[in-house]
């Protein structure tokens, strides 16, 4: 299942929960990747479906390996960050049921703001210190 194409298997899934991964990415060896791969691993060997955002990222052309996490690399990378944003959003508007917090997602602007979001939306959150 690729992040790109979530509208289909959304329907395929009927019941199943659609996850939205969050969680710190800056700061972190390697932007936090493995973590969120390991997470997405756990969920989708439960039946879940899972947006992965680092999964995404990668899909996009990003390569976090030997990277230490800091805002100076995503500016020497181009990484743009309001479009991968946009994409998170989307997806926790449209289609996701549940957020799956990450450790340390508590310091995170990003995290908080999605999960935020997701408490608008009236998601269930689950994780880390939910």
Known sequence: MSAKDTTPYVYEFGSTKIYYIAGPMRGYPEFNFPEFNETAEFLRN?????????EHDVENGFDPTG?????????????????????DVKF????????????GWSNSKG???ERMLGLALGLTIEGAAA
């Not at 439960?46 to 680092?54: D, R, S």
Request: glycine share 4%.
């Open 46 to 54: 439960q039946g879940h479906y899972v947006f992965n955002p680092a």
């Open 111 to 113: 995290a908080k703001a």
């Open 92 to 103: 926790i508007c449209e289609w996701a049921t549940h957020i799956y917090m990450l450790s």
């Open 67 to 87: 990277l230490k996490g800091t805002t100076e690399e995503l500016r020497l990378l181009k990484f743009d960050l309001r479009a991968a944003l946009a994409v």
